[in-house]
């Protein structure tokens, strides 16, 4: 088994420094850029399942290529990718240091109306970029939504574009080779799980409902269940919020039924539309401002661009969908299994411990 080493080079321009995290998939790496004199993470393919399946690592220069080309600061920053001498494909990433949505909700709770609509409204910019370019996530959840430390009262970025899915795909399946759904089954359109080579943007537009959903009750409006199939719950839709939280404004529970709307033609017109309404309901601006302290300008969504290669084309991906990543929340200690698909707990990137209380 190859494995990174401490103080190996990748590249000529970044020094390992020590592992962070490991998984079924890999394991994460912080180093040290030495052209930019500062810690980045990088992320490691394991090279035995590269060997056994080619599209792994095609994955992985496939998602450092979409995050580059996206270049928003709501999407993590790319700065290199490849394969070393020994056969190991990498990322080399920015480092973040935070928590994700699921685990701050596992540790405080449900959250106000107010700051769900902040970070959905940060989420919107980077996935209406994505959505213009024909690019759509397929799993967006609280373990991909990270809440970074920064200067900024709350800054989010989105996490895990491994399994996103492009217009110029040659057709697409959600069914790795062992059955396994590829995404988080509880966040899924309902397309995105009975016809996924038909899903286009609006299947986002649902799992970021489920999200908000999640978010304001701490609960899911949807769990597989022996008794009430998905498409049974789908069909009926969730329990009102207005139920569960009646000091929401009014108009809650009409966001929700179009958000989680089971025809996605009953859905909003876009993401931006869809963030618009919730802050309006929240009674905050459009873009979420009150995330930015007062007499700061926002930051642009425009990250600083870097050599990508040609542009992203989906033809050297055959599409045959794998296991995504995932590395544990713990920061040391033996290699685990990738845990199961509904697990929030878990870290799926690079991040150091949130240093906030």
Known sequence: MVKPQAGAILNGQVRLIEPIADGGMGSVWIAHHLALDTRVAVKFLLSELAAADPTLKRRLKREARITAEL?????????????????????????????????????????????????????????????????????????????????????????DFGIAKSAKSRGDSVVTREGALMGTVEFMSPEQATAPSEIDFRSDLFSLGVLVYYGLTARLPFEMSD????????????????????????????????ALA??????????????????????????????????????????????????????????????????????????????SAGDRSAQQYPTRPSRRS
Do not use: C
């Open 227 to 258: 008794d009430a199939p998905l498409v049974t719950q789908w069909q009926k839709g969730p329990p009102r919020v207005s139920a569960l939280l009646p000091e929401l404004p009014v108009g809650i529970d009409s966001w929700f039924a179009r």
């Open 71 to 159: 270049r928003s600061v709501h999407a993590v920053q790319t700065f290199d990718h490849g394969v070393t001498e020994e056969g190991l494909g990498y990322i080399v990433m920015e480092l973040l240091e935070g928590i994700d949505l699921g685990r701050l909700v596992e540790l405080s709770g449900a959250l106000p109306l107010d700051k769900v609509a902040t970070i959905v409204a940060q989420v919107a910019k980077v996935l209406s970029r994505a959505h213009k370019i024909g690019i759509v996530h397929r799993d967006i959840k609280p373990a991909n939504i990270f809440l970074v430390d920064s200067e900024y009262d709350l800054f989010v970025k989105v996490l």
């Open 262 to 339: 089971m025809r996605r033609e009953d859905r909003f017109a876009g993401v931006a539309e869809m963030s618009a309404e919730l802050a309006a309901i929240a009674g905050l601006p459009a873009g979420g401002l009150r995330s930015i302290p007062a007499g700061t300008a926002p930051p642009t969504d425009t990250a600083p661009p870097f050599d990508t290669g040609p542009p992203l084309d989906d033809d050297d991906d055959d599409e045959r969908a794998t296991n995504q990543w995932v590395v544990p929340e713990r920061l040391s200690g033996a290699p685990t299994d990738p845990p």
